[in-house]
DNA sequence: ATTATCTATAGATCTATAGATAATGC
DNA sequence: ATTATCTATAGATCTATAGATAATGC
C-alpha cells in the first residue's frame, strides 16, 4: 500500500528504525484520499490509520483530534494559488496577449490535473468547502492579479476599453477554466475526463482570444477579406 | 419549527386527523435541509425526525433506509432544468440577441437564487455530486440547448462565424453562471452573496454581449465615433 | 384492519484515552 | 527518558427493528 505499510501483523513497541518512515506524512496522505473519496464524515480515524498499515491510536499521537488531522491537511496539502501560475509566466509573454492567454490557460490546468490538486478539489467538494469564503477569497484574488494584467493592455490598447472592467475581463476568462475544474478534474477523474477538460479549457482560450482581442484580429480578418 | 410539528411530548398512536400534516413532505424538506448543511454521513436519521418533531422510527415508515431517503430528496426536489428556463423564454426575444441573453440570464438567475434551489447546490457540494456524471449530463444538455440558439444567430449573421461553435459560445456564456452559482448561490447564502451573484453575472452577460454580437455593436460604435 | 406514531433496544460503529511494550538517543 | 507503536476499552453515537398504542376508515 504505501511506504510506511508493514502490514497489521506489526509487533508491540517502537519499531526500528530501518522500518521508519513519513509516518505523519503518510498519515496526511491517506487523510487526503480518503476525505476525497468519502467526505469528513465518511472517513474514521481507524480507515486513515488502517490505510497507512497502522493501529488508529497512532493518529493521536500525531494530531489531537480528527478535525486536527482535516485541518493539517488543508494547511500542508492546502490549495496551490493560481497566482503562483501567473507570476511563473514569463514576462515578455505579456507582449502577445494571445499566447500569454494560451500559455497561462495551458499552465493552470497543468497544476489542476495533478493528482493531489485533484483530490483536493475532490475535498473541498465533498465536504461544503466549495462554498467556503476562503476559496471565494482565493479567487478574488487570483481574478484580481489577472485583471492588472487586462489593465495593462488596455491601456497599450491591444483591446476595446468598452468591454468591460478589466475585473470582468478576466473573471469571463477564469471562471470556465473553474468550472471545468469542478466538472472534470476531480479526484477519481479517468484520463478521457482529464482529456475532456483540456480540450474544453483550450477551446474556451481561443474563443476568449478571438471575442475580446477582436480590435488586434480584426486587422487581420480585415486583409484577407 | 414545522407545520408538522407538535414538539416532543406527543403522546403514543396515530395522532388525530386535525394534527396530521404531510409527514412525509415534512421529512424531505428537513432531510434536504439537513444534508445541505451537514452532508449526508453528518445528518442522523434521528436528526432529520426530530427536526420535524418525530421519533427516528417515523422514518422508517416512510422510506426503507436512509439512502433511500437521501435518493428521494435527489428525484423529489431534484435539479430544475436550466433547459426548462431557456424554453420558457419569449421566441421572439430571438431576434434581439442581447436582450435574450440578458433575460435568460436574470431568469436563471431567478430560479437558481430561490432558497430551495440553494440547498440543492449545497447537498451536492456537500456530498460529491458535484462531480457526478448526472450533473455533467445536465450541463452539457443545457449548454447544447443553448448552442442550438447560437447556431441560429450566426445562420442569421448576427455574430462572426469564426468565433469558436454554437458549443463553445454556449459554454463561454454559461459557464461563469454555473460558477457563480457554486460559489454564491449555497444554502447559508446571506442577501449580500445573492446580490454579489446578481452583480457578477448580470456584468459577464454584458462583457458577453459586447464581445460577441461586436459585429452589430461595431456598426453602432463606428457610427458614434 | 390499517395507519401513524411511540418507546425500547440490539448490534455495529466511532472517537478518544489508558496503559503496555520495545527501540532510540542521550 | 523519550518516542512510536500496540492492545483494550469506555462511552457516545448511529441505523434499523420489534412491539405497543391509539386514531382512522371501512
Given at each position: 500500500?504505501?511506504?510506511?505499510?508493514?502490514?497489521?501483523?506489526?509487533?508491540?513497541?517502537?519499531?526500528?528504525?530501518?522500518?521508519?518512515?513519513?509516518?505523519?506524512?503518510?498519515?496526511?496522505?491517506?487523510?487526503?484520499?480518503?476525505?476525497?473519496e468519502k467526505g469528513y464524515e465518511g472517513t474514521s480515524v481507524r480507515a486513515i490509520a488502517r490505510e497507512v498499515g497502522l493501529s488508529e491510536s497512532v493518529l493521536y499521537a500525531h494530531f489531537?483530534?480528527?478535525?486536527?488531522?482535516?485541518?493539517?491537511?488543508?494547511?500542508?496539502?492546502?490549495p496551490p494559488s493560481a497566482v503562483a501560475v501567473l507570476e511563473a509566466l514569463d514576462p515578455t509573454l505579456a507582449?502577445?496577449?494571445?499566447?500569454?492567454?494560451?500559455?497561462l490557460v495551458a499552465r493552470i490546468l497543468d497544476e489542476w490535473a495533478a493528482p493531489q490538486s485533484r483530490q483536493l478539489i475532490s475535498l473541498m467538494a465533498?465536504?461544503?468547502?466549495?462554498?467556503?469564503?476562503?476559496?471565494?477569497?482565493?479567487?478574488?484574488?487570483?481574478v484580481g492579479?489577472?485583471?492588472?494584467?487586462?489593465?495593462?493592455?488596455?491601456?497599450?490598447?491591444y483591446l476595446a476599453a468598452d468591454l468591460g472592467s478589466p475585473w470582468d475581463l478576466?473573471?469571463?476568462?477564469?471562471?470556465?477554466?473553474?468550472?471545468?475544474?469542478?466538472?472534470?478534474?476531480?479526484?477519481?477523474a479517468k484520463p478521457e475526463e482529464l482529456a475532456i477538460a483540456r480540450e474544453r479549457v483550450a477551446r474556451h482560450a481561443e474563443l476568449f482570444v478571438k471575442a475580446v482581442f477582436r480590435a488586434a484580429a480584426d486587422t487581420q480578418y480585415a486583409d484577407t477579406q
Open positions: 500500500m504505501t511506504e510506511t505499510a508493514a502490514g497489521l501483523g506489526r509487533r508491540r513497541g517502537r519499531p526500528p528504525k530501518a522500518e521508519a518512515g513519513d509516518t505523519k506524512g503518510a498519515l496526511l496522505q491517506a487523510a487526503l484520499t480518503l476525505f476525497a489531537d483530534s480528527k478535525r486536527a488531522i482535516f485541518d493539517a491537511v488543508l494547511a500542508e496539502l492546502g507582449d502577445d496577449p494571445p499566447a500569454f492567454v494560451r500559455t465533498q465536504d461544503g468547502l466549495i462554498h467556503d469564503p476562503a476559496l471565494t477569497a482565493e479567487i478574488r484574488v487570483s492579479s489577472l485583471a492588472v494584467q487586462f489593465e495593462r493592455w488596455i491601456a497599450a490598447g478576466a473573471y469571463a476568462l477564469m471562471s470556465p477554466i473553474a468550472l471545468a475544474r469542478v466538472l472534470w478534474l476531480h479526484g477519481a
